[in-house]
């Protein structure tokens, strides 16, 4: 079983910035894809960013040219620029089943969550 281990979140102004991580302590699947999903509340989990183990990357429309997925190895980043009060939610880490950035569920791993509030 492995424990993906986030950090990152907190309270930022609208306007402002954050950077979650995520790692994978195992190391033990650096070629699967990883990626970060959201709920807000009253809301369905939704894709905020995948990436490959290479270069390949894919973003949520709501997040498209404010939000940046990197990669080192086994930990996975989102720098999150201009944040608004709509992306406020819980945001999980996911570690995917395959190299590709499709849902396998029973083979995906999750992170705890981590809260990211936009707010003045």
């Known amino acids: 079983q492995v424990q993906l281990v986030e950090s990152g979140g907190g309270l930022v102004q609208p306007g402002g910035s954050l950077r979650l991580s995520c790692a994978d302590p195992?190391?033990?699947?650096?070629?699967?894809?990883m990626g970060w999903y959201r709920r807000a509340p009253g809301k369905e989990r939704e894709l905020v960013a995948a990436?490959?183990?290479?270069?390949n990357t894919k973003y949520g429309d709501s997040v498209k040219g404010r939000f940046t997925i990197s990669r080192d190895k086994n930990t996975v980043y989102l720098q999150m620029n201009s944040l608004k009060p709509e992306d406020t939610a819980v945001y999980y880490c996911?570690?995917?089943?395959?190299?590709?950035?499709?849902?396998?569920?029973?083979?995906?791993?999750w992170g705890q969550g981590t809260q990211v509030t936009v707010s003045s």
């Open positions: 990436i490959t183990s290479g270069i």
């Open positions: 195992t190391t033990h699947h650096i070629l699967n894809a």
């Open positions: 996911i570690e995917y089943g395959s190299s590709w950035y499709e849902l396998s569920p029973g083979y995906d791993y």
